[in-house]
């Protein structure tokens, strides 16, 4: 009986109302994340965290009135591209998809693994099959099927140094452009010879 009557005064209490004032506070405080990391890390430690986690949680009556009050009003906040808390979210979002696209785009230009030639040596089979040329690191192992020159005749570089066979050969403009796809990396500073110009 207690209980039944526990229920309709929380009934009674949750109004749209007071939703949209005192909860609806804590949700705009909660929605209102730093754009900085380690200020990310202290708001999950705190409680109001609570609110943020369980934004999307399906709200039935019953848990109106538990001890962390569900703000009905959340949903709804976060929907209203005019509200405030809404509009920080959206920018954090923002900033961390810009933040991961521009990282790994920056990562691919400038980390390049390097092999010394020790470790290109041992890339000379028909299941990994690797060439230098000018320099550069190529795993051709699934190339070596394709070339119109037949597989043989890589593979007797597969490993080494194909930089005079590559160029002597006077391979078309398309096949530097084939090349370069297999690019895996450079060598070792230490390992360098000098490049021969193929223009
Ligand atoms: C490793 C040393 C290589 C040698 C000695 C070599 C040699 C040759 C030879 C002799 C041909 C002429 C085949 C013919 O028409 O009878 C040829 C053609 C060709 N090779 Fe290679 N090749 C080498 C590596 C490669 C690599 C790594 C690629 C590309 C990833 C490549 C791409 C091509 C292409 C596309 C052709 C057709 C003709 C052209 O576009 O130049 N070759 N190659």
């Known amino acids: 009986m207690k209980k039944g009557i526990c229920w309709a005064f929380a ?3 949750v109004t749209p109302e007071n939703i949209s004032t005192k909860d609806g506070l804590e949700d705009a405080e909660s929605f209102d994340l730093p754009l900085d990391s380690s200020n ?4 999950n430690n705190n409680n109001n965290n609570n609110n943020y986690y369980h934004h ?3 709200t039935s009556s019953n848990e109106k009135h538990h001890h962390h009050p569900q703000p009905l009003g959340q949903k709804n906040a976060s929907a209203d591209p005019t509200n405030p808390s809404a509009v920080s979210l959206l920018k954090t979002t923002v900033h961390s998809v810009v933040d991961a696209l521009l990282g790994s785009h920056e990562d691919q230009e400038n980390v390049q693994p390097r092999f010394t030639r020790q470790e290109v040596a041992d890339h000379s089979s028909p299941d990994s099959c690797w060439i230098v040329v000018n320099n550069r ?3 051709v192992t699934l190339f070596l099927r394709m070339h119109p020159g037949g597989d043989d005749i890589i593979l007797e570089y597969g490993g080494y140094d194909a930089t005079t066979a590559f160029i002597e050969k006077g391979h078309s403009p398309d ?3 084939m090349l370069s796809e297999y690019c895996i990396g450079e060598v070792a500073e230490e390992d360098r010879f000098p490049e021969i110009n193929h223009t």
């Open 56 to 58: 999307n949680k399906n």
């Open 40 to 43: 990310l890390k202290n708001n």
């Open 137 to 139: 690191v190529y795993d």
């Open 11 to 13: 009934a009674l209490q």
């Open 175 to 177: 096949a530097f452009d």
